[in-house]
Each structure stands twice: as C-alpha cells, then as structure tokens.
C-alpha cells in the first residue's frame, strides 16, 4: 500500500510543489512550499486522529494535505482542479488503488474556497488545515510598505492554534493578531468566506468550529 513516507520523498511530487511556490512568489503569495505541505499535512491527520477516525482515512489526509497545492506549478487559477488531475496521474503510476486515489483527488479539488467544499472526512480536514494555517513566516515581503491586505494579516499573526476535541465535537483556530498592523475586523473581513467553508468542513466532521481571535469569539 502507498504510504505518506513514498509520497514525502518522491522527487517528481517535490518539484511540482517547489514550483508551484517559486510561481506563487513571483505573483506576490504568501509561502506554499513544504512547510505549508508538511503543516497540511500533519494538521489534517491530527484533525481524524483525534476525531477517531480510521488509519486509512487519516493516512489518506497526510497525502492529500502534502500534495494539495501541486496544481500552482500550472496556474494559480483552478489550481485545486488541476492539481487533482496532476494527483490522480502521479498515483496512478505510483500503484495506489483507486479507492484511495478517488479520496485523495477529492479532497485536493475540493480545497480552494471559491469552488469547493467538503465532500467527506479527508476533503474537510484538508480544508481546515489549509485555510488554518495562518502565521508570520508566511509572508515573504520584508518590507511592510509592500504587504497586501493577505501579507498584513498573516505577519499580523503572532500565534494561531487549531484545537479539536472528540469528546466536544469541537474545532477552534484561536489567532493572536498584532492589532497595530491588523484589526480583527480585517481579518474576519479577508477571510470570512475560508472560515465560513471551515465552518461547513467542522460540520461534515460532526463538529462545531469557533474562531476565536485576541480573546474574543468571532464566529
């Protein structure tokens, strides 16, 4: 069977993903190299492993979550649909059965807010820690005077922790943000339509999601 490990180290994977972020920085986007793969990755896991779910679901969620933004090696625009169909060819010559790949395209073409949504277990985990991962080093502008609206807010963010909870049928992103250089109200305002597809995610998981940020409950 294939595993995460196969996929992690496979050479063709690791340069579309190095691509697509050398791609991306050109057009002015924040990071989308390999620590945004590997916290993809490792979040969407985490999200199933403690929510119960099966080995192969949440084997399933690490290799969607890696491979998730291979499509920006193409174009930014419809990079979830191109990246699935990039996904299901590399799979396919890689062995993996196609009930696991039918899961795996799913879910990375169903993870960009403006055409998708959750579809089942590992296509919401992949979008909760996709539109999550909200921090500082993801920034790549040094210079403050050339940040956009989605560079402020993520170098705004000073601290930011997704929790989830089996028993409570719980999710939460609970973000620190610097208010001098981002309100929250600039936040909830870039990003409601990502919060409110995490929303739906939490709820094909059996669960609530709250966003909490600098204390107060936002959504």
């Given at each position: 069977m294939l595993t995460f490990d196969d996929i992690r180290n496979n050479e063709e994977i690791r340069t579309y993903i190095r691509k697509g972020n050398e791609n991306l920085g050109v057009l002015g986007y924040t990071e989308h190299a390999f620590a945004h793969a590997m916290r993809a990755s490792q979040t969407a896991a985490d999200i199933l492993t403690k929510l119960g779910h099966s080995e192969r679901e949440i084997e399933l969620a690490r290799i969607a979550g890696y491979m998730h933004d291979i499509g920006n090696c193409i174009n930014r625009t419809d990079h979830a649909h191109t990246g699935a169909i990039m996904a299901m060819s590399i799979l396919r010559g890689l062995g993996m059965a196609p009930q696991d790949m039918a899961?795996?395209?799913?879910?990375?073409?169903?993870?960009?807010?403006?055409?998708?949504?959750?579809?089942?277990?590992?296509?919401?985990?992949?979008i909760l820690a996709d539109k999550c991962d909200v921090r500082r080093s993801r920034v790549r502008a040094r210079n403050q005077a050339d940040f956009d609206i989605h560079d402020r807010v993520n170098y705004a963010a000073v601290n930011s922790v997704l929790s989830v909870s089996g028993e409570e049928k719980t999710i939460t992103l609970d973000i620190t943000l610097d208010d001098a250089i981002c309100s929250v109200l600039d936040y909830f305002e870039i990003f409601l339509e990502r919060m409110l597809m995490c929303r739906r995610a939490a709820e094909m998981l059996g669960c609530r999601f709250s966003l909490l940020a600098n204390g107060g409950r936002v959504l």
């Amino acid at each position: 069977m294939l595993t995460f490990d196969d996929i992690r180290n496979n050479e063709e994977i690791r340069t579309y993903i190095r691509k697509g972020n050398e791609n991306l920085g050109v057009l002015g986007y924040t990071e989308h190299a390999f620590a945004h793969a590997m916290r993809a990755s490792q979040t969407a896991a985490d999200i199933l492993t403690k929510l119960g779910h099966s080995e192969r679901e949440i084997e399933l969620a690490r290799i969607a979550g890696y491979m998730h933004d291979i499509g920006n090696c193409i174009n930014r625009t419809d990079h979830a649909h191109t990246g699935a169909i990039m996904a299901m060819s590399i799979l396919r010559g890689l062995g993996m059965a196609p009930q696991d790949m039918a899961v795996v395209i799913a879910a990375i073409g169903q993870h960009d807010e403006k055409t998708g949504t959750a579809v089942d277990a590992v296509s919401a985990a992949l979008i909760l820690a996709d539109k999550c991962d909200v921090r500082r080093s993801r920034v790549r502008a040094r210079n403050q005077a050339d940040f956009d609206i989605h560079d402020r807010v993520n170098y705004a963010a000073v601290n930011s922790v997704l929790s989830v909870s089996g028993e409570e049928k719980t999710i939460t992103l609970d973000i620190t943000l610097d208010d001098a250089i981002c309100s929250v109200l600039d936040y909830f305002e870039i990003f409601l339509e990502r919060m409110l597809m995490c929303r739906r995610a939490a709820e094909m998981l059996g669960c609530r999601f709250s966003l909490l940020a600098n204390g107060g409950r936002v959504l």
